[in-house]
């Protein structure tokens, strides 16, 4: 595995245009491992993602100064389940795979709900096998399987429903 050569960190509202390439390119790369769809994102105006990064975190991974990849937390809602941090948009630019970036965003976001959070939930499609493996290599179990989560079309994808206690 390749060192990594620039820092994961909170993406600012000032890097919006950014932020939407970034995750337009996720939803177009990978539309299965997405509950939005790219048509649905790219007609979204560039102020929606500004007031995304002004009200969540998101992390961005930059190789020679570029943004390759993505990750975000937020806070469930609900006066009950204030203490669950939900995983979502993971995404590493497919070039930029390999180097330890998917590793380095989810610890960021790990480390950020840290304090803020006693665990951290994620739903991943079934078939999504490496990233099932990165995040079991990082602490977060199984805990359910929902079938036929997502339907595009006549096909339904399976998601696991996934948790990392941080306490």
């Known amino acids: 595995m390749k060192a990594l050569l620039e820092p994961v960190r909170r993406l600012l509202p000032a890097e919006a245009e950014a932020f939407r390439a970034i ?9 299965d491992a997405y509950a939005t769809t790219l048509a649905k994102q790219a007609a979204d105006p560039p102020a929606h993602f500004a007031e995304i990064l002004r009200d969540s975190p998101v992390f961005g991974a930059f190789l020679e ?3 390759v990849g993505m990750a975000g937390l937020y806070r ?7 203490h669950k941090g939900v995983l979502w948009g993971m995404y590493v630019r497919p070039a930029a ?8 965003l989810l610890g960021a976001v790990l480390d950020h709900a840290r304090g ?3 665990q951290v939930l ?8 490496r990233a099932i ?3 079991e290599s990082e602490g977060f179990v199984s805990y359910g399987l929902e079938r036929r989560a997502m339907k ?3 096909r339904y994808l399976d998601e696991y429903l996934m948790v990392r206690f941080l306490d």
């Open 76 to 82: 469930e809602s609900g006066e009950r389940k204030q």
């Open 97 to 104: 795979q390999g180097r330890g970036l998917g590793r380095a």
């Open 23 to 31: 995750r337009l390119e996720a939803l177009a790369t990978c539309p």
């Open 133 to 135: 493996r990165l995040y």
């Open 116 to 118: 803020q959070f006693d």
């Open 152 to 154: 595009e079309g006549e």
């Open 122 to 129: 994620l739903q991943v499609v079934s078939d999504n096998h």
């Open 65 to 67: 100064g570029g943004i």
